[in-house]
């Protein structure tokens, strides 16, 4: 937004539903254009340095033993994810990609 924080590489992650059960597109990109909004807002609620701060909380050697016991215990089948859209101001490759 205001550009606080100045430099550096920023990544934020939200969770935008994607309407796979509307079949005009037109209808579909507008239904998602709102919900990514409604996401946004509560995002801006929590604060932008949300997650970095949690981030910041735990030690690394946590958050290794976490990501190991998610894939062992196959957590990712049983529970929601957390976000499906990374947003990130790295810009991407000069090049068009299909």
Same mark, same amino acid.
């Given at each position: 937004?205001?550009?606080? @924080? @100045? ?10 539903? =994607? ?5 005009? *597109?037109?209808?579909?990109?507008? $239904? ?6 409604? &996401? ?13 701060? $949690?981030?910041?909380? =735990?030690?690394? $050697? ?7 016991? $998610?894939?062992?215990?196959? =957590? &990712? ?13 790295? *810009? @991407?490759? *000069?090049?068009? =990609?299909?």
């Amino acid at each position: 937004g205001d550009g606080e @924080g @100045g430099f550096g590489n920023q990544t934020s992650m939200m969770m935008v539903p =994607l309407p796979t059960h509307i079949a005009d *597109p037109l209808a579909r990109v507008q $239904w998602v254009h709102e919900t990514a909004a409604q &996401a946004k807002d509560s995002y801006k609620e929590m604060g932008s340095d949300f997650i970095e701060s $949690w981030a910041q909380v =735990l030690p690394s $050697w946590m958050v290794s033993v976490g990501s190991r016991a $998610w894939g062992t215990l196959g =957590l &990712a089948k049983r529970v929601p994810p957390v976000c499906n859209v990374v947003v990130s101001n790295v *810009p @991407g490759p *000069p090049i068009p =990609l299909y």
